[in-house]
């Protein structure tokens, strides 16, 4: 019996979810590695000046990195004793594995980012105002989203593959550097820094939602070729 | 032990090639002599404007080649038979077109030592260009990655359709972000063209020329790989005959 | 649903790592029904064998058909109805093995019903469910793979070494089991080196020999 | 160096994960050139015994002695003369056979001949010895780990399911292997599901279960 | 018959770096990866005066990414089929598997730093004078074989632990803010960027020194024991 993309997506986003929960891993360990990430940035940089005007771009820079990691950690968990064969074998419909693990990275990428955005907010003093949140969780939204498609594709694209674990940041690297810059500038329009006003964020969030458009679409389609040996 | 027969070699090129290798040779040395000896000197930048012989072509060449491989990748895909050698065809020009990106970078970064005094500024257009090269530098490596040929032209035709989305990107990175970089002159929205009749002469034919060694440098290194191709099938064929001496004894 | 008697039917076929034929010429088939027992020396291409009819390594020469349908051109449309149980166990070690079998279940549509059965019919019992897969012993995790793979249900049942690990009872377990799926309808190929015992169960023997069929008995 | 003729010594021993008794007081020696099977259900506690009689996991209440030295105490001066084969194969896959061995030999001061012996002992000839260990069958692979654990010469050998994934030939170069070691001084544990085979080739039988001895035979 | 130390350690080393040859992981995947970690700062920093004054520190948290990679990778090589145990279970001098794993890491760091200064160099217009050198070929070898025992120390630590790949980065990360601080601050001085001059840069390079004697001295004294179960 066949069973339904959405059911096989509930089904592989559960599981995964119920891994993380048992792991721990986004909490012990991703955030505050991300934290650090940010910290380490402001020792590289060295200037409260310089901090303040960047620390949204910190914020997805930071994202980036945990992207990495919970993409690597989340096809590990798939390829560590063959599963991923088995689902291959047992003709599980790819477009719900890309959805369902695609929506487990979202979940986690989001919780990371509100924490993210609130230190950013308390530890730079940066500004929110009602149109600006209203952007910001826009942006936040078509950005995960994008970030969750497009990790979940090369996620399988490496799977299996020998040296994964290096190849993965790799190709994500250039892929992503469009999320992070739009991100970056429409979280700044978002926190009025550096002068922009809130409004010239939007066509920033547009970028973002054509780029997990994109991503989202390809990874449906490409998917179960992808994961074929 | 046998040894299977290898197809005699005679070299890799036919009569096309060899008319696509004239033809380059001929464009490109005129792109040399004309854009070292009868152009003439920028008003603002002298001499180094020749370097836009080199730069500006290599540029679109490798766009040209990025599509090809978009293209010929994409055919791969939606094509019944999938065919390899539409894999082959992409591969080799994802190759060239890294090259010439490599020296659209170099020379580049020589012409901005000379007129903004640096080798490299964070500027959109280069940045862009960086990213771009380094995608198909991924773009190889997931081709290197091993596994069946077919899985490796599965892989790499997927990441081939999603880079060739970047040029626009850094077509547009000038336009997009203000730019310390030259706009679009020659490919300017509006169509007119700005440039003087030589030098718009010499870039032209140093567009063709770059160009149709393009198409000269793939259609031999496909070629090769195709016969790399025949070559591991005649391997395969030994490694069969060692196997059956195996199993029998 | 057309119903051939010869479920798995390859003639001449190789299969290749990069360049290292691990199946140089097979032929081999296996009709509805059937418990074929695959034998052979370490390395002799066993395992490439049921990969090979799982559609998960690519037939490069030679035809290869699995439940009539060619699996160089269509490999997606058999593969529900077919199962492995290859050397790995295809778990996800952080969850237990109820939660394991409920994924399976989900993915595949069986029942609660269906699902219970299975972990009945591999000895594990309700303290033994509730355990996650990272701390069980080496035999416990093949039991509960043993499980996911019962609760498929598929008409193609490829086991690779099913016996290794297991106890005597799992053992007798999983024969029994192999054996009423056979009579009840499925086709089953089994390579194992327990060869008295996997004789016992199957009805025919082929034996590989780097990378061919050196004989049928 | 002192020869006691008992030479692994656990009384009452108690082993733990976490909070979980995997041995749950377990009495058992073994003597000098002795070959002992260990034999129980799955999850009675095998592995978890050798790998205690190794010292990677610590004896929490009881005692356990081996070679003389009591293991909660000095883990470090027995290491080098205990040799173990796990489950795992701990081979390094990016390396050929070759190159694996003889790290082995390396790192425990085997010679040249001992090397190319212990390969030759479980038949890796050449070609197959020149092959990297992620290309090669479960079978093969198994090969290699046992041509390590020959190469390292210990006193005490503990063999988890050595006869797992070995084909006919294989199993009896171990056993062979395992009896000249033991009629040269090596004292032997085998865990093994392969009941018949492992008791014409040990002396003693120890069943365990759910992390008791419950006979010796 | 025990063997010596640094019989063990050289045959560990050779291990590693052969395996390292064999999958070209560094060259291939790791050091493309740091050259884009170095571009993505830039991006997001997206200053050109900020840039040039932070060169140095961009190589070296470039570096420490890597290093995170590396050591993940090189203790992925032991536990991964159990070789980590057989070791163990076999007496092999844990001091000699330190040094040599320490000595695999410090050659593949110190191949990646030097192209990635050269790339500094190069990209941030950096200049360099004979003294300016001395000072950093002696910065980059007590820096690196700090971070070489750091990351051989952690990596034993955490080898077999589950979340592993992401508990390293973790515990490593507050550990190396020293290296990358002083490192990029005798950086710093070698190419006299801030205004600063040369010999203000042998301090830091004296704490790199401390920092390596350290931790080379505190994992030969307690490797043994983190291996162990
Ligand atoms: C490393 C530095 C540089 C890089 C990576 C770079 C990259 C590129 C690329 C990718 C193009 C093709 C643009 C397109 O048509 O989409 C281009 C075109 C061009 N570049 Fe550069 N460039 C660099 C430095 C310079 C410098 C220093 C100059 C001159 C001051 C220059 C002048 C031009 C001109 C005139 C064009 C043709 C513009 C057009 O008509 O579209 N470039 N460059
Ligand atoms: N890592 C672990 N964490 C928690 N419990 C474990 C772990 N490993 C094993 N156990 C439990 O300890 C008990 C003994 O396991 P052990 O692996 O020693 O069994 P075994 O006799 O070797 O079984 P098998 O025949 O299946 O290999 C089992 O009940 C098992 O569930
Ligand atoms: N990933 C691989 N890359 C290259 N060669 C491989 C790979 N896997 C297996 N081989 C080779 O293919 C041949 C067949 O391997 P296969 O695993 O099918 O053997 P098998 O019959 O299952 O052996 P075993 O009884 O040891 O499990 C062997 O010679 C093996 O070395
Ligand atoms: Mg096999
Ligand atoms: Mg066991």
Redesign the pocket.
């Known amino acids: 019996m066949t069973m339904s993309v959405s059911r096989i997506a509930q089904a592989v986003a559960v599981k995964d979810l119920r891994i993380e929960l048992r792991s721990r891993i986004v909490t012990n360990q991703v955030l505050p590695f991300s934290g650090l990430v940010m910290v380490m940035f402001a020792f590289a940089l060295d200037s409260d000046d310089v901090l303040q005007g960047v620390a949204g771009g910190l914020v997805w820079l930071a994202t980036i990195f945990s992207l990495f990691i919970l993409v690597q950690r989340s096809f590990a968990i798939e390829v560590s004793d063959g599963a991923l064969d088995s689902l291959r074998v047992a003709g599980v419909n790819p477009q719900g594995i890309f959805l369902g693990k695609s929506i487990s990275l979202f979940v986690q990428l989001i919780a990371l980012e509100v924490v993210l955005l609130l230190t950013a907010v308390v530890l730079y003093r940066v500004s929110l105002g009602g149109a600006g949140l209203v952007l910001l969780v826009t942006c936040v939204v078509s950005a995960t989203a994008g970030l969750a498609f497009v990790g979940t594709l090369y996620g399988g694209l490496t799977a299996g593959a020998r040296g994964r674990e290096t190849l993965l940041p790799l190709l994500l690297l250039p892929v992503v550097a469009p999320v992070l810059i739009s991100a970056t500038r429409a979280t700044e329009a978002a926190f009025t820094s550096n002068g922009v006003t809130v409004s010239e964020g939007w066509p920033w969030v547009a970028v973002l939602a054509v780029f997990a458009a994109v991503f989202g679409l390809g990874g449906l389609l490409s998917f179960g070729s992808l994961i074929e040996e | 032990m046998t040894t299977t027969e290898l197809p005699a070699i005679k070299g890799v090129g036919t009569q096309a090639t060899r008319l696509y290798g004239v033809l380059a040779l001929v464009a490109l040395g005129w792109v040399f002599v004309g854009g070292l000896f009868f152009t003439p000197e920028d008003v603002v930048?002298g001499d180094a404007v020749r370097i836009?012989y080199v730069?500006?072509p290599t540029?679109?060449t490798a766009?040209l080649a990025f599509i090809v491989t978009g293209v010929a990748s994409a055919c791969w895909l939606l094509g019944k038979k999938h065919s390899m050698g539409f894999d082959r065809v992409a591969g080799a020009s994802a190759e060239v077109g890294v090259a010439f990106m490599a020296l659209?970078?170099i020379s580049?970064?020589l012409?901005?030592r000379i007129?903004?005094g640096t080798?490299?500024v964070w500027d959109p257009?280069?940045t862009t260009?960086?990213f771009l090269f380094v995608t198909y530098l991924g773009y190889l490596a997931v081709r290197g990655l091993g596994g069946s040929p077919q899985q490796r032209a599965r892989r790499s035709s997927v990441v081939a359709l999603l880079a060739v989305l970047e040029i626009p990107l850094?077509?547009f990175s000038v336009v997009l972000w203000r730019s310390l970089?030259?706009?679009?002159?020659?490919?300017?929205p509006d169509g007119d063209i700005k440039m003087d009749g030589i030098m718009l002469f010499t870039l032209l034919f140093g567009v063709f020329g770059f160009s149709v060694l393009f198409a000269w440098l793939v259609s031999h290194r496909q070629r090769i790989m195709a016969m790399h191709d025949a070559q591991r099938a005649s391997a395969l064929e030994v490694a069969m005959v060692d196997r059956l001496q195996e199993a029998s004894s | 649903m057309m119903q051939p008697t010869r479920v798995i039917d390859f003639v001449d076929a190789v299969a290749v790592y990069n360049d290292y034929p691990a199946l140089a010429g097979v032929t081999f088939s296996v009709d509805r029904q059937e418990i074929v027992l695959l034998q052979g020396p370490n390395g002799a291409g066993k395992t490439t064998l049921l990969r090979a009819c799982a559609g998960l390594i690519p037939v490069v020469r030679g035809s290869a058909h699995v439940l009539g349908v060619d699996i160089a051109i269509d490999r997606e449309s058999i593969r529900e109805r077919v199962g492995l149980l290859g050397h790995q166990n295809g778990l996800f070690a952080e969850l237990t093995i109820a939660e394991n079998v409920d994924f399976w279940s989900t993915v595949v549509g069986a029942t609660r019903a269906e699902r219970d059965a299975a972990m009945q019919r591999m000895s594990i019992d309700g303290k033994l469910a509730n355990r996650r897969v990272s701390e069980l012993s080496a035999g416990q995790k093949r039991r509960c793979a043993l499980a996911c793979l019962v609760v498929r249900r598929a008409e193609i049942w490829l086991l690779d070494e099913p016996h290794a690990g297991l106890d005597a009872k799992g053992r007798d377990e999983i024969d029994l089991i192999l054996k009423e799926a056979a009579s009840a309808g499925a086709t089953i190929v089994v390579a194992s080196h327990e060869v008295e015992r996997a004789q016992q169960l199957a009805s025919r023997t082929v034996s590989l020999v780097a990378g061919h069929v050196r004989g049928v008995s």
């Open positions: 930048q836009m730069h500006v540029a679109w766009y659209t970078l580049g970064s012409w901005g007129t903004w080798f490299w257009r280069l260009t960086a850094v077509h970089h030259q706009e679009a002159s020659v490919l300017s």
